[in-house]
């Protein structure tokens, strides 16, 4: 996302591999590292299928449930990020929170329709 890329070139925060080069050292990334992009892009991509895949149901232990595996899969990720050493764990909370923003946003305007009134208005 083109979100996370401006705020890490705003905020210039280094990764744990750059401060300790024993930790993922290999596969240590030549960018900043707040905010994490896998974990923002991880709450967009997870509550996009979690949303189409609620929005077919109609019991409410599927709806449950596939919200459980959305925040489970979340979480994976962004452990994931720290375990690897990429990733502080302040990292991986802003980032969750821009993936957020950025679904709030895009919610909002499809719920105003504004893409329509953006179209029609040529």
Request: aromatic share 18%; net charge negative; glycine share 8%.
């Amino acid at each position: 996302m083109m979100t996370t890329h401006l705020f890490k070139i705003i905020f210039h925060d280094t990764r744990p591999c750059f401060e300790n080069q024993e930790l993922g050292a290999d596969g240590c990334s030549c960018e900043f590292g707040n905010p994490s992009g896998h974990s923002s892009e991880s709450v967009v991509m997870y509550f996009w299928i979690c949303y189409e895949f609620i929005y077919k149901q109609r019991f409410n232990h599927a709806k449950i449930l596939s919200m459980i595996v959305f925040i489970a899969c979340c979480l994976i990720t962004g452990l994931g990020r720290i375990y690897y050493g990429v990733h502080f764990f302040d990292q991986i909370i802003l980032g969750y929170l821009i993936g957020y923003f950025c679904l709030s946003v895009h919610f909002i305007l499809k719920y105003f329709k504004v893409s329509e009134i953006i179209i029609n208005i040529d």
